[in-house]
T-cell receptor
Framework: EPEVTQTPSHQVTQMGQEVILRCVPI?????FYWYRQILGQKVEFLVS????????KSEIFDDQFSVERPDGSNFTLKIRSTKLEDSAMYFC????????????FGQGTRLTVV | GENVEQHPSTLSVQEGDSAVIKCTYS??????FPWYKQELGKGPQLIID?????GEKKDQRIAVTLNKTAKHFSLHITETQPEDSAVYFC???????????FGAGTRLFVKA
């Protein structure tokens, strides 16, 4: 069964450092998303991406965040200068088309900022 | 802004009993309501969904109901089993839109 894969599974970084979280969405999917889940809290929408541009983003997704689909298969989330409060589980998700509404989630990357 | 409230935050039931999780949403434009199950160390996985043109949907032991007027929707799990133990999230979105708003989650414990 096709799945969304994320790497690494766990990333530890120093405050102020840049991190890149990587995702490989399901191959025929066209819509891509990043969500964040702080430990014990709800899953929060960060950003959606379609046709090589951001479709929508939340207030959390400030100038420190960026997304990219560099090579047609990977979908990355970059945090330029990490803060302690960026520590969370980051989930990538993808969909085929907007009319088909099920989003498939990856297993997540646990980011720990120290 | 859009919000989804979910209750209870924790639910403990005996194996074989039913479990009910309730959610309310604020955005009246929402017309798609998925439910996700998240097991430890894994991403959310869709278990059932309902669109606003339907009041109820059932899939084996799982059912979801929707009251559009009251902006309520609920997940019902019958004949619970220990493997149903997980965190369950309700969510709301607009078909054709780009984001999904999640509830805070319900941690379900099914005691054998």
């Amino acid at each position: 069964e096709p799945e969304v894969t994320q790497t690494p599974s766990h990333q530890v970084t120093q405050m102020g450092q840049e991190v890149i979280l990587r995702c490989v969405p399901i191959s025929n999917h066209l819509y891509f998303y990043w969500y964040r889940q702080i430990l014990g809290q709800k899953v929060e929408f960060l950003v959606s991406f379609y046709n090589n541009e951001i479709s929508e983003k939340s207030e959390i997704f400030d100038d420190q965040f960026s997304v990219e689909r560099p090579d047609g298969s990977n979908f990355t989330l970059k945090i330029r200068s990490t803060k302690l409060e960026d520590s969370a589980m980051y989930f990538c998700a993808s969909r085929t088309v907007q009319g088909n509404t099920e989003a498939f989630f990856g297993q997540g990357t646990r980011l720990t900022v120290v | 802004g859009e919000n989804v409230e979910q209750h209870p935050s924790t639910l403990s039931v005996q194996e074989g009993d039913s479990a009910v999780i309730k959610c309310t949403y604020s955005d009246s434009a929402s017309n798609y309501f998925p439910w996700y199950k998240q097991e430890l160390g894994k991403g959310p996985q869709l278990i059932i969904d309902i669109r606003s043109n339907v009041g109820e949907k059932k899939d084996q032991r799982i059912a979801v109901t929707l009251n559009k007027t009251a902006k309520h929707f609920s997940l019902h799990i019958t004949e619970t089993q220990p493997e149903d133990s997980a965190v369950y999230f309700c969510a709301a979105s607009i078909i054709g839109g780009f984001k999904t708003i999640f509830g805070a989650g319900t941690r379900l414990f099914v005691k054998a």
